[in-house]
């Protein structure tokens, strides 16, 4: 938003001062509603779940600070760690599973002559389902005595319902319900891969995965390593599948860090150690986002 | 220019945050209360029915307004209505649930009301228990309670060569059952709840069936006690149907509604609930009624069964003139047809116009001179199968009822979903060893409650 803001003012240093007022009164005015959305919903919002990580309140008397007991308390729940790792489980499940779908099939899908339109309504079709509705759909599947999974392919699998198996089954699902946009966005990005590139190397005798390991992959370099953040920053923030389908079960084995925020203040009423725990979770995806594009830097730009 | 454009930005924060905090304030000379609970329009009998009472308590009480929401008590969103100040001023919660509000402070205290309310004094202790606080301060009234039972599937219990109305009576029998309707139809023979905390309320109500007690008292403050042999023999009974019987499926992490819907399929033969189970059971999940058994719950030497139910609270904002006008319309809508025979035909003869289940029965909140001939008329005018629910009517009322356990209910439910789960998905999950771990999650949870 800032880089919007900071356009037109080095665009119109050299202009006259009155009519540089007069357009920024302008930019004001049509900034307003939307300053005035955002600060209502989403900045005064986060300001106050901020201070309600060091308060306690019942909602109905004046907010009491309590300094770090919010936080204390978090601590010294034994789930906040079980719900941490499990949170990194998943998100290193999706990484290996769901990260590389995508982009085979989108790279699978730039190769084809024909039908490539079929095949993009049906890759994104998943998405266009309700995240619910899809969630509630797999359970079904899943369902160890009558599901969907077990009959076609003839075993008794216990997905869903296996310390072991449940949180592969939920990065399953989630990765189905999520690829859809993520192909798109790659077949979009491979458009812009010059074909010369290609033709060059068709000519030297490359192969066609020599063509992809040495042109296409370093040409999406850059949307490859936004894809990626986006998608460590979404799958740390896992709620609807292990909400809906395991509520955490079995045995903890897919209680998340949303999970157990969603917990703290809808199920216990302990709206600042879910504040405490939410704000903990915003400082380390912003810590972890810094620290990557900071890494990444030097090779997205080259 | 740029500080033009933060300065006016900055204002515009400002005036949001106004924005966003007002309050809504409102008064003429009436006191105006909101009151929950108005069926929808889907429900026109019932609707038309409730706007009649409305009109009637305001005729019969001129200086109050009532203004009617069809809003139900939803945990997701109640913390959220209650700080926008949306929350109406009588709203009804679970019996599951008034004990962790009135501990926060969000539900009124109506001791002083109670003198207002007809018959406030005839009330059974066991039915006001759920919402009387540790001081012994009243916090909601019933308006609806039941005693959790066992509901089986009338048509699996034939098809395995059992009797229908020979429900078991004893835990020993419900195994065995258990395992001849597994082995005859090839459907799971008994059910158990264990996600969304239904795991740890179940095996409360299934710990109170032999016996025992989940806290008790030590001192002054409340205790774990589920390391004792009542919860470890409930857990051993599952253990023993789920891997050495075979009659519980392989399907498990179900709450009590993906339990209900597998039970209306015909998918589950068994499984621990009170009658209002019936409702859902017909209109959510299009159960057949024909079907749908319902038993007391088989109680062990000692045991008792866990009370549930709904109560109507206060909310904590209001004044003590709304607080008063609540608890008036609270005694005429929700009390009277619990004393007074002619609205509760009335009320049991709109719910069948609906097509909804009318005059399921429950349990009478006063003793038999007051409550017999209201029961009476429900069940002359009931569209239910009543006759299914025989064995549950006449073994229910010798039973002894238990309420929840008295401190952090929901954080020791949760920390025994995971007790039950083990048991139900791992063939060599040790059932002490689980209560122990579970016992070290809830300790520093009581421990810190009772500060």
Same mark, same amino acid.
Not at chain 1, 68 to 77: Q, T
Not at chain 2, 169 to 180: G, N, S
């Given at each position: ?6 356009? =037109? ?36 919002? @986060? @300001? ?51 990260? =590389? ?116 992959? =370093? ?13 460590? @920053? ?26 157990? @925020? ?41 | ?164 109305? #020979? ?268 209560? #122990? ?15």
């Amino acid at each position: 938003m800032t880089a919007v803001l900071e356009r =037109p003012a080095t665009s119109s240093r050299s202009s006259r001062s009155k009519a540089r007022r007069k357009r920024s009164f302008a930019t004001a005015f049509f900034l307003a509603p939307m300053v005035l959305v955002f600060a209502c919903f989403s900045w005064w919002p @986060i @300001i106050k779940s901020a201070l309600l990580a060091f308060q306690q309140t019942n909602l109905v008397d004046p907010a009491q600070f309590v300094a770090l007991e919010n936080f204390s308390n978090l601590f010294a729940d034994p789930l906040l760690g079980i719900a941490v790792r499990n949170t990194i489980w998943f998100t290193a499940l999706a990484l290996i599973f769901g990260f =590389p779908v995508p982009v085979f099939l989108a790279v699978v899908m730039s190769e084809l002559r024909r039908g490539g339109g079929l095949f993009r309504v049906l890759v994104y079709l998943p998405v266009a389902v309700p995240p619910v509705v899809a969630v509630l759909l797999w359970k079904w599947f899943y369902n160890a005595d009558y599901g969907l999974f077990n009959s076609v392919l003839g075993v008794k699998l216990p997905w869903l319902q296996d310390t072991n198996w449940a949180m592969p089954s939920l990065v399953l699902e989630a990765t189905w319900a999520g690829a859809g946009g993520t192909v798109l966005i790659y077949i979009a990005a491979l458009t812009a891969v010059p074909n010369e590139l290609y033709e060059a190397a068709e000519s030297d005798g490359a192969s066609i995965w020599r063509r992809i390991w040495h042109i296409t992959l =370093p040409q999406l370099r850059g949307v490859l390593l936004l894809m990626l953040l986006l998608q460590i @920053i979404g799958t740390f923030q896992v709620f609807t599948e292990p909400f809906v389908m395991t509520d955490g079960g079995p045995e903890d084995s897919t209680v998340t860090v949303l999970l157990l @925020i969603y917990r703290y203040a809808f199920v216990y009423g302990d709206y600042g150690m879910a504040a405490a725990l939410s704000v903990l979770l915003a400082v380390v995806l912003g810590v972890l986002s810094a620290v990557y594009l900071r890494a990444t830097r030097t090779w997205s730009a080259s | 220019m740029k500080a033009t454009l933060a300065k006016g930005t900055a204002g515009l924060l400002l005036l949001a945050a106004a924005a966003c905090g007002a309050d809504a304030k409102s008064g003429d000379g009436k006191i105006e209360i909101t009151v929950s609970g108005m069926p929808p329009s889907t429900q026109a009998a019932s609707q038309k029915d409730f706007l009649k009472y409305v009109a009637e308590f305001e005729k019969a009480n001129p200086n109050i307004k009532l203004k009617p929401t069809d809003a139900q008590y939803d945990v997701k969103t109640f913390a959220a209505r209650l700080a926008a100040g949306q929350l109406e001023t009588v709203f009804r919660v679970p019996l599951t649930d008034p004990q962790a509000l009135l501990k926060r402070r969000q539900i009124a205290d109506i001791t002083g009301e109670m003198n207002s309310v007809q018959h406030g004094s005839d009330f059974d202790k066991r039915i006001l228990a759920p919402a009387t606080g540790p001081d012994g301060k009243i916090y909601g009234l019933p308006t609806e309670a039941y005693a959790a039972g066992l509901v089986y599937n009338r048509k699996l219990f034939d098809e395995a060569g059992l009797d229908p109305d #020979k429900p078991p009576t004893t835990w020993d029998e419900v195994r065995k059952d258990a395992k001849i309707i597994a082995e005859k139809t090839g459907v799971p023979g008994f059910g158990m709840h264990s996600t969304t905390n239904t795991g740890g309320w179940m095996l409360t109500t299934l710990t109170y069936a032999f016996g025992g007690r989940m806290e008790k008292p030590e001192g002054d403050r409340q205790v774990v006690a589920f390391q004792e042999g009542p919860t470890l023999q409930a857990l051993s009974l599952l253990k023993a149907m789920r891997w050495e019987d075979d009659s519980m499926g392989a399907q498990q992490l179900r709450n009590q509604d993906d339990l209900l819907r597998d039970f209306a399929g015909g998918k589950v033969a068994m499984m621990m609930g009170a009658p209002n189970l019936f409702s859902s059971f017909k209109t959510k999940f299009g159960g057949d009624a024909e079907i749908y058994g319902q038993a007391a719950l088989p109680l062990g030497p000692g045991g008792g069964t866990l009370l549930g139910g709904t109560v109507a609270v206060v909310s904590p904002k209001a004044t003590p003139e709304q607080r008063a006008a609540a608890v008036k319309w609270i005694d005429y809508y929700y009390l009277r047809p619990k004393y007074d025979p002619a609205p509760a035909s009335e009320r049991t003869k709109k719910k069948a116009a609906d097509n909804l289940p009318a005059g399921v029965p429950q349990l009478p909140f006063y003793d038999e001179a007051i409550s017999g001939p209201v029961i009476q008329a429900e069940r002359a005018d009931s569209n239910v199968p009543l006759k299914n629910f025989d064995s549950y009517v006449t073994t229910v009322g010798k039973q002894e009822f238990v309420v929840e356990p008295p401190v952090a209910g929901q954080e020791l439910y949760a920390a025994l979903d995971s007790v039950v789960q083990a048991v139900l998905t791992r063939k060599d999950a040790d059932p002490a060893t689980e209560l #122990k771990a579970a016992a070290e999650k809830v300790t520093p949870i009581l421990d810190r409650s009772q500060r």
